[in-house]
């Protein structure tokens, strides 16, 4: 049942929850960007699923060419300690993501994400898991 696998993507943590249609060995978001995941078996072309995909598997401004790759814009920006929630807004009115940074890097105030800043945000394909 999708509510309990979303239930569950919830309960292990954070996660972040986009609804898609499969398409080939991807899942097309509503702002029609393709990613690649892997598709469980059985689920046909076009089924309705939500792409699944955790803050701390996100990377923003460092993406590699093996990962899924989509521009938005950084839409708040949340201090949680040893970490920064960065919430971006996908591009062509997309959904909203957390990426998870942890504040090794960018101690300082003045070197963190600002607010309208556009970034790139990637994860490996094998870090997307597509719920029914």
Known sequence: DRRAKRFVAGFMGISNLMEGKVEGSCVRLS?????????????????????????EKIVLDGVTDAMVSLSGTVAERVYVGTATQVIVALADGGPRIVALEQNTERARDDDRWEIGHGVTVGWLPEHSLVLR
Request: one cysteine or more.
């Open 31 to 55: 702002n029609g960007s393709l990613c690649a995941a892997k598709v469980p078996e059985g689920v046909a072309d076009g089924s309705p699923v939500q792409l699944s995909v955790r803050p």
